[in-house]
Each structure stands twice: as structure tokens, then as C-alpha cells.
């Protein structure tokens, strides 16, 4: 099993004058550890839950274009990025920008958007569910047209561009990866089906390995109605665990793992809560991804 690190928490000790330095520390740790995938928030407030507004909170792809620069082999993605932050020609380009500064480690985690007080907050239209999920699939169209040789006009309900061009391409081959964030069996699997190379599942005490099973079922029902590769799609999950430090917590997260494993999933993605980022991942280094590497 693979694992990546969930930058959720930007509220260092020494505040935002540490945000920076922090960061970069993350980058080589990640790189010493053997991170395989390093993500981040897309959102413009903190979330409630984490402390809302009043907790720092960075610009996603600026944030991973800093990270780009202070690692050399992780795969670089947010967690994802809600589908009304950006005009989807716009996300295209700063997708493929990020490849190419990247080293072609960019991947496009997208997802339908839920956190309204921000987009009233900060002026951003915020339509009902129905039409962000129009939204969504059609700007994975624009997406995926922008990263084809196809650069002639997209003309959609919502969005209409006139020149598809992308200039310089992506290095990575056939396009940075897509992942859709969500478990919705009428929508959101349809749409991994249809669309992307990855999946990503909120997993936890209430949503265990019985869970992750009965959506991925689904989703291959749903590969299978597109006429789509079920084995082709990555599956990940976000865990909110673990917070240990130590050798102990370590071997009790792996085996937290080998059920997940058993029911289909690559990779999980984890998150230090805490304003230690950089031990936390020093910690995954020595104590679990010797022993998740094995996992399967």
C-alpha cells in the first residue's frame, strides 16, 4: 500500500512567518521518508471543524508550486479542489504548469465543492448541488480536452471557451492524473467511472472496511455500465488517523491498514493535525512505510 501526506493544519508555533520554513522542512522529509503522494486543502477559509476562518489557511496550488520546488519525487495534488474555485480552462493550465515545473508529478484531485460560507465570504458563486456537479463533469471534459490535441472549442451548458490551447502539454503521460473525491453512487462514482484514474474515500470509525467495500461495488457497477476498466482506477482512502509517535502506533496503524488493503485499496492518504508536521512525517518514515510498503 502507498502512502501520502494531508497537509491540514498551518497553524505553526511560531505563526505565519514559520509557514514557509515549516513547509520546506515537510518537502525534505517527505523526500527522505519516501512519501509517495503529498496533498494539501483547496479551500479559502480553515474549515469549521479544524477551527474555521479564524486558522490560517494558504492558496492551494500556490502552496503545492512552493512544494514543487522543496521535493524531487512525491506526487503533488490537492485534496481536493472544489469545482466552483476555478474557471476550468484556468485549472487546466495551473494543473499542467504545476507538472511541468514539477517534473511531471502533478495529479488534478477534484471534487463538487460543500464549504458555502467561504464562497459567500470571499464573493464566490456557490450554485445549488445539481449544477456543481454539471459543473463537474463538465469541467473534467474541458479538462481532459485541454490535455488531448484536441484545441478547438468546448461548448457546454456552463461554460463556453473558444480555444482549447495548452501550451507547453503536461510531461506527464497520457495527462496528469485525475482524482475525484467522494463516495455519491448516482453522481460522484459515476463520474470516477467515466472520468478519472482515481478515487478517493473518507474512511474512519464510521466508515470502516465494510464501507470501502460496498463503494467499491458500486463503482465497478458503475465501470461496467460505462463500458469503463474498473482495475484501472487507483483506489485511495483519507484516514484521520494516525497521531502516534512511536514504534507501537506505527505497527497499530499498518495493521488498521491490512483490512483496507484486502478490500481493493492502494493507497492512504493521512493528516498531522498537529503543528508538527515535520516529526509527523519523520515519524511515517521510520515506523510505517517500511511496514505499509508490504501491505497489500
Known amino acids: 500500500m502507498k502512502l501520502g501526506v ?15 520554513p515549516t513547509l520546506a522542512q515537510v518537502g525534505a522529509a517527505v523526500d527522505e521518508a519516501g512519501i509517495d503522494n503529498l496533498s ?57 504548469t504545476l507538472d511541468v515545473l514539477s517534473g511531471g508529478r502533478a495529479a488534478l484531485g477534484i471534487g463538487a465543492a460543500w464549504y458555502e460560507r467561504e464562497h459567500l465570504g470571499l464573493g464566490v458563486p456557490f450554485p445549488p ?14 479538462v481532459l480536452q485541454m490535455w488531448s490535441d484536441d484545441d478547438g472549442p468546448f461548448i457546454g451548458e456552463h461554460y463556453t471557451l473558444a480555444e482549447t490551447i495548452n501550451n507547453p502539454h503536461a510531461l506527464a503521460h497520457p495527462h496528469p492524473p485525475i482524482m475525484i473525491g467522494g463516495t455519491g453512487e448516482r453522481k460522484t462514482l459515476r463520474l470516477v467511472a467515466q472520468y478519472a484514474d482515481a478515487c478517493n474515500i473518507f474512511a474512519g470509525p464510521q466508515a470502516g472496511p465494510d464501507f470501502v467495500r460496498a463503494k467499491l461495488g458500486v463503482l465497478e457497477q458503475r465501470c461496467l455500465e460505462a ?5 484501472r482506477i487507483r483506489k485511495t482512502i483519507l ?53 505499509l510498503a508490504d501491505v497489500s
Open 40 to 96: 494539501v486543502m483547496d479551500h479559502y477559509f480553515q474549515m469549521e471543524m479544524a477551527g474555521g476562518p479564524a486558522q490560517p489557511m494558504l492558496e492551494g496550488y500556490t502552496t503545492l508550486g512552493f512544494l514543487a520546488a522543496h521535493t524531487t519525487r512525491a506526487e503533488l495534488q490537492l485534496l481536493v479542489t472544489g469545482v466552483t474555485y476555478r474557471h476550468p480552462g484556468l485549472l487546466a493550465k495551473i494543473v499542467t
Open 239 to 291: 484516514w484521520t488517523g494516525p497521531t502516534g509517535a512511536d514504534a507501537a502506533a506505527g505497527a497499530e496503524f499498518v495493521e488498521q491498514m491490512r483490512p483496507f488493503a484486502q478490500v481493493g485499496i492502494d493507497e492512504v492518504h493521512v493528516m498531522p493535525f498537529t503543528g508538527e508536521p515535520v516529526s509527523y512525517v519523520h515519524w511515517l518514515g521510520n515506523h510505517v512505510m517500511p511496514a
Open 129 to 142: 448541488v445539481a449544477e456543481r456537479f454539471e459543473r463537474l463533469e463538465e469541467t473534467l471534459r474541458i
Open 6 to 20: 494531508h497537509l491540514v493544519n498551518f497553524d505553526f508555533p511560531a505563526g505565519a512567518q514559520a509557514i514557509g
Open 227 to 231: 463500458g469503463t476498466d474498473f482495475t
